[in-house]
T-cell receptor, first 113, second 113 residues
Framework: AQSVTQLDSQVPVFEEAPVELRCNYS??????LFWYVQYPNQGLQLLLK??????LVKGINGFEAEFNKSQTSFHLRKPSVHISDTAEYFC???????????FGQGTRLTINP | GAGVSQSPSNKVTEKGKDVELRCDPI?????LYWYRQSLGQGLEFLIY????????KSGLPSDRFSAERTGGSVSTLTIQRTQQEDSAVYLC???????????FGSGTQLSVL
């Protein structure tokens, strides 16, 4: 079975500062990895995903994530955040081969002016 | 339809009553998930349907919870003898196939009094 750990429940940063949201996973098989974002009072939407190939994945709104198999991590980064990035971010993993998608507990990103 | 539709959007019930939550996925999507979102708890996986395969029920918290998906389309999540701890937002999501992005419904806010 797969599991996901998001190490930080809340991350406060100043506007235009860089941010990294951490995600570690556990799996006995090859995985697909995802980051979803939930803006206030909205549904979840996909930021980016890793299925195979290049370990550096670029997503929407300037976010990127790097798959590190040896460290079983998939951390999300943005070089300069904006007030509009305030949201809850969820990391998710599924094992390849029609397996369920499991989400982490979420990280609340708060941007201060 | 244009997206994943869930009904009702809000449900208030008394402890001990049964409730049924409905999900209409996007037409043609083979994968359908139910998740539960509580404050500070992230997205808790409940059940996963993939095509004609047997569903993955490993996330259902107790035998009071059950779900079915008829004709590979509409799904119903049933909670029997509701308890106060069942109060949460129940989210349905579908995807074209495993590894593709999930499209989430707006959720059903369940309140058990």
């Amino acid at each position: 079975a797969q599991s996901v750990t998001q190490l930080d429940s809340q991350v406060p940063v100043f506007e235009e500062a860089p941010v990294e949201l951490r995600c570690n996973y556990s799996s006995s098989v090859s995985v697909y990895l995802f980051w979803y974002v939930q803006y206030p009072n909205q549904g979840l939407q996909l930021l980016l995903k890793y299925l195979s190939g290049s370990t550096l994945v670029k997503g929407i709104n300037g976010f990127e994530a790097e798959f590190n198999k040896s460290q079983t991590s998939f951390h999300l980064r943005k070089p300069s955040v904006h007030i509009s990035d305030t949201a809850e971010y969820f990391c998710a993993v599924s094992g390849q081969g029609a397996q369920k998608l499991v989400f982490g507990q979420g990280t609340r990103l708060t941007i201060n002016p | 339809g244009a997206g994943v539709s869930q009904s009702p959007s809000n449900k208030v019930t008394e402890k001990g009553k049964d409730v049924e939550l409905r999900c209409d996925p996007i037409s043609g999507h083979t994968a359908l998930y139910w998740y539960r979102q509580s404050l500070g708890q992230g997205l808790e996986f409940l059940i996963y349907f993939q095509g004609n395969s047997a569903p993955d029920k490993s996330g259902l918290p107790s035998d009071r919870f059950s779900a079915e998906r008829t004709g590979g389309s509409v799904s119903t999540l049933t909670i029997q003898r509701t308890q106060q701890e069942d109060s949460a937002v129940y989210l349905c999501a579908s995807s074209l196939e495993q590894g593709e992005k999930l499209f989430f419904g707006s959720g059903t806010q369940l309140s058990v009094l």
